[in-house]
């Protein structure tokens, strides 16, 4: 069984920075793309940015763009989400997801972590 494990969420203030880890364990983290997404209150989930298996590619929402960077260390089994200038529109709870296929459709992930707050304030 496959188990994700989101740690690093916390309380900012604008501008601020913080990092996400995503822990995998279970299985085979290099044949998995790993995505992250977020949920606000009242919101739809919402696709932040995926990586390739081999970390060498990386997609993103445009509202991240430039902000966010997604890494992976396919030795220790985890996935990173460094967040940067960070504004008061990025709260939400962070999820991090493993896919075989590489989208940014939320349906297509098959393992998610329990998720991770993450609030901005101003």
């Known amino acids: 069984q496959v188990q994700l494990v989101e740690s690093g969420g916390g309380l900012v203030q604008t501008g601020g920075s913080l990092r996400l880890s995503c822990a995998v364990s279970g299985g085979d983290f290099s044949t998995y793309f790993m995505g992250w997404f977020r949920q606000a209150p009242g919101k739809a989930r919402e696709f932040v940015g995926l990586?390739?298996?081999?970390?060498?590619?990386?997609y993103y929402a445009d509202s991240v763009k430039s902000r966010f960077t997604i890494s992976r260390d396919n030795v220790e089994q985890t996935v990173y989400l460094q967040m940067n200038s960070l504004k008061a529109e990025d709260t939400a709870v962070y999820y991090c997801?493993?896919?075989?296929?590489?989208?940014?459709?939320?349906?297509?992930?098959?393992?998610w972590g329990q998720g991770t707050q993450v609030t901005v304030s101003s």
């Open positions: 997801a493993a896919a075989t296929a590489m989208s940014i459709n939320p349906n297509v992930y098959e393992y």
């Open positions: 990586i390739n298996k081999g970390g060498s590619s990386t």
